[in-house]
C-alpha cells in the first residue's frame, strides 16, 4: 500500500540552486497537491492540479513549478532556491467529486536552502 | 482574509476535560468538511469527516453549521495520546476544487 510517495525525505540546497520534489500516487487520484508548511504554521497551498494536463495555483506559488503529465506524478520543481523556502513540504492527493473525499498525506519533505 | 480559519490556541488541558475546536470557512459553495490530527514532524492524519448532520467516533464529536458556515471539534475525556494539532480542511468537490486546511489548534493534554 504505497499511497502517496514522496522523495527526497530531506534535502539540503544553497541558494540559487534548483531541484525538484517527486510526488507520486497510486490510488488514481485525479486532485494532487503541495503544501508547504512552515515551523509552528499551517499548511499553504502551493499549487495544486485536478488531473493531468491541468494545474493551478495556490496561495504562495511564487518560486515553484508544476507539471502534470500522468494522473500518478506530480513534481513541484523550485526554480531559484532562497532561504525563504526552507519549509516541509507536503505532497497530497485525493478524488474529486462527490462528498467525503479523504485527502492523504505524503511524509513530507524537509527542505533546507542555506 | 483566510479562507480557512481556525481557533488560535494553544490549548493547555488536564487528563479527561472536555475541549473544542472552532473552524470558520469563508467559501459558501464547500462542499465537504474534515478534521485532521497532526503529530509532531509528520504527516496530517484524517480523525474525520463532518457530516451536515453531526457525526460522533468514540470521544470525538463534529458539527457542522452551514448557515453561520463553521464546523467544531469536541473531545470529551481528553487522554494524553490527544496532545497534538488538530487542523480542519474544507474541500470545493468541483472538477476546479482544491482542498484548504485551518492553521491548526495544538492541543496539550496533560496530567
Known amino acids: 500500500n504505497a499511497g502517496v510517495t514522496q522523495t527526497p525525505k530531506f534535502q539540503v540546497l544553497k541558494t540559487g540552486q534548483s531541484m525538484t520534489l517527486q510526488c507520486a500516487q497510486d490510488?488514481?487520484?485525479?486532485?494532487m497537491s503541495w503544501y508547504r508548511q512552515d515551523p509552528g504554521m499551517g499548511l499553504r497551498l502551493i499549487h495544486y492540479?485536478?488531473?493531468?494536463?491541468?494545474?493551478d495555483q495556490g496561495e504562495v506559488p511564487n518560486g515553484y513549478n508544476v507539471s502534470r503529465s500522468t494522473t500518478e506524478d506530480f513534481p513541484l520543481r523550485l526554480l531559484s532556491a532562497a532561504p525563504s523556502q526552507t519549509s516541509v513540504y507536503f505532497c497530497?492527493?485525493?478524488?474529486?467529486?462527490?462528498?467525503?473525499?479523504?485527502?492523504?498525506f505524503g511524509e513530507g519533505s524537509w527542505l533546507t536552502v542555506v | 482574509r483566510k479562507e480557512v480559519e481556525q481557533d488560535p490556541g494553544p490549548f493547555n488541558v488536564p487528563e479527561g476535560a472536555t475541549v473544542a475546536f472552532n473552524c470558520t470557512y469563508s467559501?459558501?459553495?464547500?462542499?465537504?468538511f474534515f478534521w485532521y490530527r497532526q503529530d509532531c514532524r509528520k504527516e496530517p492524519k484524517l480523525l474525520m469527516s463532518v457530516y451536515s448532520s453531526g457525526n460522533e467516533d468514540g470521544r470525538f464529536t463534529a458539527q457542522l453549521n452551514r448557515a453561520s458556515q463553521y464546523i467544531s471539534l469536541l473531545i470529551r475525556d481528553s487522554k494524553l495520546s490527544d496532545s497534538a494539532t488538530y487542523l480542519c480542511?474544507?474541500?470545493?468537490?468541483?472538477?476546479?476544487?482544491?482542498?484548504?486546511f485551518g492553521d491548526g489548534t495544538t492541543l496539550t493534554v496533560k496530567p
Open positions: 497530497a492527493s485525493r478524488f474529486t467529486g462527490g462528498a467525503g473525499n479523504t485527502i492523504y
Open positions: 492540479s485536478v488531473g493531468a494536463g491541468i494545474t
Open positions: 480542511a474544507v474541500h470545493l468537490n468541483t472538477n476546479a476544487g482544491k482542498s484548504t
Open positions: 467559501n459558501s459553495a464547500s462542499q465537504s
Open positions: 490510488m488514481n487520484h485525479e486532485y
